[in-house]
């Protein structure tokens, strides 16, 4: 299916582009132009007759953000029994069926020989389920493969499951479950997007705040922290001895521990305050891109397929660039034949034009 980019999601998808857009548009919050005061009264009359049929509007745009809401509990609660079932695939605790087999092949992959297929299955261990499926999922999807360390991976090995559930009021909550470790003894770690009670301009839910699980490590396990140990020197009596100190680590179970929006509102911490939300807005895009990617499509980033959606995305974003190169050519072309013309001079009456052939 072709994929239709709109000049919205085009700037979307251009971070640049973006924050060029935002710079503009923030200069003219605030900033009346003074045409609408100078206006005459009867016209004036007018525009407020105008700003109620927009609240009037807006309305309706609430109602239709809350629709969509319930749409999506609705096909939620639809979705969850196939979720189920993919756990326990991927768990191990039942096996496809042979016509879920058989749907499963894709229209360009060929089957393998069925003799070949039982000289494996003697030659090869005996595994349950899909080994490391969530953690291969995870790191095939930018977003998080770009935060997920090395260290991690011994622990997202026992990621068995990750599932999401919607409030009664706008937000939504994560959980991820793990099977017995030896980082940390819970068993769910959940993560709980809120949205604040008054919805945005145009009816939209605004984000709040995140919380989540605190994960209990065990000894020495911690992936959060590292332990960095230095020797100091005693000037009297010329001793050493080791100083261990504990210092923030990149993980990705920082995720479990979202950013917090700071309370004050001194101007000495705009750079604070714009630093914070920055890591506001990526948290609540790793929450988003979960919910809306990750967990429907989990099978798609395990094998890499999702990767190919996004190849195209961005084939189109050349082919808008190159596009603009050719316009670009197409106008320097131009002015080098208007130049060349200036030069050569107008043509006489008797000197012919090009031919035009047609073909």
């Known amino acids: 299916m072709e994929t239709i980019q709109t000049p919205g999601s085009l700037a979307a998808n251009n971070p640049a582009l973006m924050s060029m857009l935002q710079g503009r548009l923030g200069n003219l919050v605030g900033a009346p132009s003074g045409y609408v005061e100078s206006l005459s009264p009867e016209v004036r009359r007018r525009v407020k007759g ?8 807006a309305v309706l745009e609430a109602d239709f953000q809350k629709e969509i809401l319930a749409l999506e509990k609705k096909y939620l609660a639809l979705y969850t029994p196939l979720y189920e079932k993919r756990a326990e695939v991927v768990s191990g605790k039942v096996e496809p069926t042979e016509e879920e087999v058989q749907d499963g092949v894709s229209d360009d992959e060929e089957e393998e020989d069925e003799e070949e297929d039982k000289e494996d299955e003697k030659d090869a261990e005996k595994v349950d389920g899909v080994p490391e499926f969530w953690l291969t999922a995870l790191k095939n999807n930018p ?10 991976e011994g622990a997202l090995k026992h990621l068995v499951d990750i599932r999401m559930a919607y409030f009664e ?3 939504f909550r994560l959980e991820f479950e793990f099977s017995p470790n030896d980082y940390f003894t819970n068993t769910v770690l959940t993560k709980t997007y809120f949205y604040q009670d008054e919805p945005g301009y145009g ?7 995140a919380e989540g699980t605190k994960i209990e490590w065990k000894e020495d396990k911690d992936l959060s922290i590292t332990v960095e140990t230095k020797k100091q020197r005693h000037k009297g009596t010329n001793k050493t001895r080791v100083v261990k100190k504990t210092v923030p680590a990149e993980t990705f179970f920082s995720f479990f521990s979202p950013p917090v929006a700071p309370e004050s509102e001194d101007a000495e911490d705009v750079d604070d305050e714009e630093f914070i939300d920055e890591k506001l807005e990526a948290d609540y895009g790793l929450g988003e891109e979960l919910k809306d990617s990750v967990i429907p499509r989990a099978i798609d980033w395990f094998t890499g397929k999702a990767l190919q959606y996004q190849d195209n995305d961005d084939m189109y974003d050349d082919e808008f660039d190159y596009d603009d190169d050719e316009e670009e050519e197409d106008e320097d072309e131009d002015e080098s034949d208007d130049d060349d013309e200036d030069e050569e001079g107008v043509r006489t009456k008797d000197e012919k034009a090009p031919e035009c052939k047609q073909q």
Do not use: A, N, R, V
Not at 50 to 57: D, E, G, I, R, T
Not at 143 to 152: A, M, P, R, S, V
């Open 143 to 152: 977003q998080f493969g770009d935060i997920i360390t090395e260290k991690d």
């Open 169 to 171: 009021k706008p937000g």
């Open 203 to 209: 009816g939209d839910f605004i984000y709040d705040h």
């Open 50 to 57: 105008l700003k109620s049929l927009q609240k009037k509007h």
